[in-house]
C-alpha cells in the first residue's frame, strides 16, 4: 500500500462521507481539525474507516490535532500503524 | 430516593463520608482510559483539604469561585471542597486545542469582571497568562498546586452549615458569547430538582450512573455528579474527549462498572450506533443498563430507534429508553419520561403542525403524518404552562411559549437583575422554547428564538454571523447562519450563507471559505455544516433590517432541494457541509 493510494481512499472518504462535497479541492497539507473541517465525532467515524478499509486500528490517543490535522499526516499514521 | 429532609448538599456527603468511608463514591476515567476509585472517606478527606485551601486564598463564604479546569478529579475536590466552606463555585469550560487562546482568556477575564469573582482556580500552566489579564480586576488567580500546597486537613463537619436558601453554586447557561448568564442556584432549588429526578427514574441503592457529559454542562454537573452524591450512589465520570473520539468507551463502561442509569443528548445515540466497531460489541452486556434519557437537544425518534436496533444483541432493552427536558434555571429538569416503557411518540398532522401550530393527531407513518417524541411526564414540584405572545393560556395540543415554575427555580441570573426579570412570568421562568401538552406528556416542538442546538451545544446565530462579518471578503451584515437537521447525525448542523463583495474574484472564494471556516473554529469550537456564498442582495431582511433567519433557511433549503433534483445527488434532503 503506497501513501499516494492511502491518502487517495482517505480523501475520497473525507469528501464524501465526512465533508460530504466530492468537489472541495481538498489540499494534502491543508489543516483539518485546526481548520474547520473535521470535528472529534468525524475523527471517531474516521478510525471505523480506516479499520474497514485498511484493516488498521487506530487508538483514540491518533486522532488529535498532533497526529492527524492533515491528509497527509493522517496516511502517516495509518501507514505506521499498518507497518507489522 | 427522597431529600426533603435534607437543607443542604453537604449533608450526604458529610453522612457517606463518616459513616461509610471505605465504600466506592466514584470513578474517575481520564483522557487516557486511566481509572481511579475514589472512596467517599477520600472524596470528604480531599474536599475538606481544598475547602480549607480556598478559605486560606482569601475567599469569604458566598464569594464566587469560577473553576477553570478541565475533566479531574481536582475539578471535583475543588467543587465538592468550595461548597462544604460555604464558598459558591462554578466550573468554566477549559480551553481547547482548537479555541484561540487570546480569545479564550478574553472570555475569562469578561466573566470574571461580570460576575465579581474573587477567585479563579486554574492548572499551573495556565496560571501565569491567566493572571497577568486579570491584574486589573480584584480577583486572585492560583494554579491548583499553590492551593495543595496550603492545604491542611480540617474537621469536615466544622463549616457552620449552609441555610438551605443560600447560593450553592452557579450554573452558566447558554446566552450569545458577549453575554453571560450565570444562573444562582439554591441548595433547597438543588436538592428539591435532583430529589425529584431521582424519584422519577426510580434511583435505588445498586444503581450506579456512567457519565460522559462535561460537568460545565448543566446536564453533566447535576446528573454525573449532584444525583450520585446527593443519592449515596457511585458513578463513573468518563472523559468527554475520550467518549467522543471512542464512543465505545461508554458501553463498556457500563459493564465494567454494573452501569445502570446515564444521561445525554440525541446526537450521542447516532455518534455510538455510527462509529462503534462491529467487533467491539462482542460479548458486551448491556443487559444491566436500566435508564438511558435523551436531552439537552431535540429528541429524534430515528435516533432512539437505531440505538436501540444496534445495541439490542447486546442486551440492551428498548424500556430502558427515555427522554427528558430541562434547563438550568429549573436547576436541571423538568419532565422524563416514566422509566420502564420508551417514550410516548406523537404522530400529528405536519400541515396543522406548521400552519395552525395545533398537533392534531394523525396516522403512524403515513404520509403527511410526522412523529413527535414526548419529553416525559412533569417531576414533583414542577408546574408548565403553554402561553401565546400575550401571555394567554393555550389549550391542550395548542403549540406556545413553555413556561415553567417550580420549587427549584434559580435565585436569579448573578449579577444580572436586568435578565432575571426578562425571563421572568410572574413567578414562571420564560424558557424561550415552545411545545405542547397531551394528556399529561410535554412535546417540546422548538425555539421561540433563532438557537442552533448542534451536537447537544447551544450556538447563537448573531455570533456566527459577527465573526462571518469581520472575514474580508464577505459583506458586513450579509450573513445568515441557522441549524438544518442532519438525520444522519441525529442533530442540527450550522449553515453559514453570506454574500461576498463584489470585488472577490471566483479564485479567491476558496480563501475565504477557509479563512470563515478557520475562524468559527477558533472562537466557538464548532465545525461549519455548510458553507453557502451567495450573490449581493441574496441575503432576506426584516422590513426592520434584521436578517429574516427563517425566511432564509426556507430559501438556502428550496435552492439545495432544486440543484439536488436537477442531479447533483440522489438524497433531495442531504446538505453538503460545505
Redesign the interface.
Known amino acids: 500500500m503506497t501513501k499516494a493510494e492511502v491518502q487517495r481512499r482517505l480523501r475520497d472518504y473525507i469528501l464524501k462521507d465526512?465533508?460530504?462535497?466530492p468537489s472541495?479541492?481538498l489540499a494534502d497539507d491543508?489543516?483539518l481539525?485546526?481548520?474547520?473541517?473535521?470535528?472529534?465525532?468525524?475523527?471517531?467515524?474516521l478510525?471505523?474507516f480506516v479499520?474497514a478499509e485498511f484493516g488498521v486500528y487506530l487508538?483514540?490517543?491518533d486522532?488529535?490535532?498532533q497526529a492527524m490535522n492533515t491528509l497527509e499526516q493522517m496516511a502517516d499514521q495509518v501507514l505506521k500503524r499498518a507497518a507489522p | 430516593m427522597n431529600l426533603a429532609d435534607r437543607t443542604s448538599l453537604l449533608e450526604p456527603l458529610l453522612d457517606r463520608g463518616t459513616r461509610d468511608p471505605e465504600n466506592l463514591a466514584l470513578v474517575f476515567v481520564g483522557e487516557e482510559g486511566l481509572a481511579q476509585r475514589i472512596t467517599w472517606g477520600r472524596l470528604l478527606e480531599e474536599a475538606s483539604g481544598y475547602g480549607f485551601a480556598l478559605q486560606e486564598a482569601g475567599v469569604a463564604r458566598e464569594d464566587l469561585v469560577i473553576l477553570v479546569m478541565d475533566h479531574s478529579p481536582e475539578l471535583i475536590y475543588a467543587f465538592w471542597g468550595a461548597l462544604l466552606a460555604g464558598i459558591v463555585p462554578t466550573i468554566f469550560p477549559y480551553l481547547t486545542e482548537k479555541l484561540d487562546p487570546a480569545l479564550y482568556r478574553g472570555r475569562v477575564h469578561k466573566l470574571v469582571e461580570q460576575a465579581q469573582a474573587r477567585l479563579v482556580v486554574t492548572f499551573p500552566a495556565f496560571q501565569p497568562s491567566l493572571a497577568t489579564l486579570l491584574a486589573d480586576l480584584d480577583c486572585r488567580v492560583v494554579s491548583l498546586q499553590e492551593l495543595e500546597s496550603s492545604r491542611e486537613q480540617p474537621d469536615p463537619h466544622g463549616w457552620p452549615p449552609p441555610r438551605a436558601e443560600q447560593p450553592a453554586f452557579v450554573q452558566y447557561s447558554s446566552g450569545t458569547t458577549g453575554l453571560q448568564k450565570g444562573v444562582v442556584l439554591s441548595h433547597r432549588a438543588i436538592l428539591n430538582n435532583v430529589s425529584a429526578i431521582g424519584q422519577a427514574v426510580e434511583i435505588r441503592g445498586d444503581d450506579v450512573v456512567v457519565s460522559w457529559l462535561p460537568l460545565h454542562h448543566d446536564m453533566g454537573l447535576i446528573t454525573g455528579l449532584m444525583l450520585p452524591v446527593l443519592a449515596g450512589i457511585p458513578s463513573v465520570l468518563l472523559s468527554p474527549f475520550q467518549w467522543v473520539r471512542d464512543p465505545k468507551t461508554l458501553l463498556q463502561a457500563i459493564q465494567d462498572y454494573r452501569g445502570t442509569v446515564s444521561w445525554m443528548p440525541n446526537f450521542a445515540f447516532n455518534h455510538c450506533a455510527n462509529s462503534i466497531r462491529e467487533r467491539d460489541l462482542s460479548g458486551l452486556d448491556l443487559s444491566r443498563w436500566r435508564v438511558l434519557i435523551n436531552a439537552g437537544e431535540p429528541v429524534r425518534l430515528d435516533s432512539l430507534r437505531l440505538f436501540a436496533g444496534r445495541f439490542g444483541p447486546c442486551g440492551f432493552r428498548e424500556s430502558a429508553l427515555g427522554a427528558g427536558y430541562g434547563m438550568a434555571e429549573i436547576t436541571g429538569a423538568v419532565s422524563i419520561t416514566p422509566i420502564g416503557r420508551p417514550p410516548r411518540v406523537d404522530w400529528v398532522q405536519l400541515r396543522r403542525l406548521q400552519e395552525a401550530r395545533r398537533a392534531e393527531p394523525a396516522a403512524a407513518e403515513q404520509p403527511g403524518s410526522t412523529p413527535l417524541v414526548s419529553s416525559g411526564r412533569l417531576l414533583a414540584g414542577v408546574e408548565v404552562r403553554i402561553v401565546d405572545p400575550a401571555g394567554g393560556l393555550l389549550p391542550e395540543r395548542q403549540i406556545g411559549e413553555i413556561l415553567v415554575r417550580s420549587n427549584s427555580m434559580l435565585s436569579g441570573y448573578r449579577q444580572r437583575l436586568d435578565l432575571t426579570r426578562a425571563a421572568s412570568r410572574e413567578g414562571w421562568h420564560a424558557t424561550g422554547d415552545l411545545g405542547y401538552l397531551a394528556e399529561g406528556d410535554l412535546f417540546v416542538t422548538g425555539r421561540l428564538n433563532d438557537l442552533i442546538i448542534t451536537g447537544g451545544r447551544n450556538f447563537f446565530p448573531e455570533d456566527l454571523e459577527a465573526i462571518a462579518s469581520r472575514v474580508h471578503g464577505i459583506r458586513p451584515g450579509r450573513a445568515v447562519a441557522f441549524g438544518v437537521e442532519d438525520a444522519a447525525l441525529g442533530t442540527e448542523i450550522i449553515v453559514l450563507v453570506c454574500e461576498l463583495r463584489e470585488e472577490v474574484l471566483p479564485a479567491d472564494r476558496l480563501a475565504v471559505e477557509r479563512e470563515l471556516r478557520r475562524r468559527v473554529a477558533q472562537e466557538l469550537d464548532v465545525t461549519l455544516g455548510a458553507i453557502r456564498f451567495v450573490e449581493k442582495g441574496w441575503v432576506i431582511k426584516t422590513p426592520s433590517g434584521k436578517v429574516a433567519r427563517s425566511a432564509n433557511r426556507d430559501k438556502f433549503q428550496r435552492l439545495t432541494a432544486a440543484e439536488a433534483g436537477a442531479g447533483a445527488g440522489p438524497d433531495a434532503s442531504q446538505v453538503s457541509r460545505l
Request: no cysteine; aromatic share 4%; glycine share 6%.
Open positions: 465526512l465533508i460530504r462535497n472541495y479541492p491543508e489543516a481539525i485546526k481548520g474547520g473541517l473535521l470535528d472529534s465525532l468525524d475523527m471517531a467515524r478510525a471505523v479499520e487508538p483514540d490517543s486522532l488529535t490535532v
